[in-house]
């Protein structure tokens, strides 16, 4: 597990420093979680531009009170990045909520399943926005495939899933551990099959199709999302 390094309570000209130092300090696949009190966009414009391949930039928490940011050292650091790792691995840091979650609405911890679902359900969100915005868009522009492609069947289970992250939030703030977990099982569900085709159709077929420059472009569109 990483650190967190809250810098609200120093002095502004001292942060950005001392976050870089943090920075340096972690090993090859180490994070820590950033606590902020404004949106740190500048922080990710300066480390795209000092740090190109070398991080992974995932926020947990977006205000108003608290910006939190995981930042992640890459285990290898490249600029040559594909769509498949790099949506991939927030899968895979979704599903690790995820677990988490489930086991907070298990042992009837409610305020940490809420947190942990608000924090699973933001990161979803965005990741599901990453795609619709920004990757299918290029696919689609690469492929001419809209209406009868892939792209197509990953939007309406995207619909699907948000109206599920709606209905889990809801019975998981309400403490109501029946419905919770039945939202719970029916999202897990989908997830798997849904990461599945993607993780092995879609994020493939667009590194095939995608030159090197396009993926790294994509990738930090993505980050700044
Ligand atoms: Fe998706
Ligand atoms: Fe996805």
Redesign the pocket.
């Known amino acids: 597990m990483g650190n967190t390094l809250d810098v609200r309570e120093m002095a502004p000209k001292e942060r950005h420093p001392m976050i870089f130092n943090t920075f340096k300090d972690l090993g090859s696949g180490e994070h820590f979680v950033l606590v902020n009190d404004h949106d740190p966009r500048p922080l990710l414009y300066q480390f795209q531009n000092e740090h190109d391949g070398e991080f992974d930039w995932w926020p947990l928490e977006q205000g108003p009170q608290a910006w939190r940011i995981m930042i992640v050292r890459r285990k290898e650091a490249g600029i040559d990045r594909t769509i498949t790792e790099y ?2 691995t ?2 895979r840091r979704l599903d690790a909520i995820f677990e988490r979650f489930q086991d907070a609405v298990q042992g009837q911890r409610w305020e940490d399943a809420s947190s942990d679902f608000r924090e699973f359900s933001l990161g979803l969100r965005r ?2 926005k990453v ?1 619709e915005e920004i990757l299918f868009p290029a696919f689609e522009e690469k492929t001419g495939m809209t209406e009868s492609g892939p792209t197509f069947v ?1 939007k309406m289970e995207h619909t699907e899933i948000k109206d599920l992250l709606d209905r889990i939030t809801a019975s998981t703030d309400a403490k109501d551990g029946g419905k919770a977990t039945g939202g719970a099982r029916e999202i897990f569900n989908i997830l798997s099959d ?2 599945m085709k ?2 092995h159709i ?2 493939p077929e667009s590194d095939a199709f995608l030159t090197e420059a396009e993926r790294a472009q994509v990738i930090k569109k993505a980050q700044t999302a």
């Open positions: 949506l991939q927030d899968h990741h599901i795609e990953m849904h990461n993607e993780e879609l994020y």
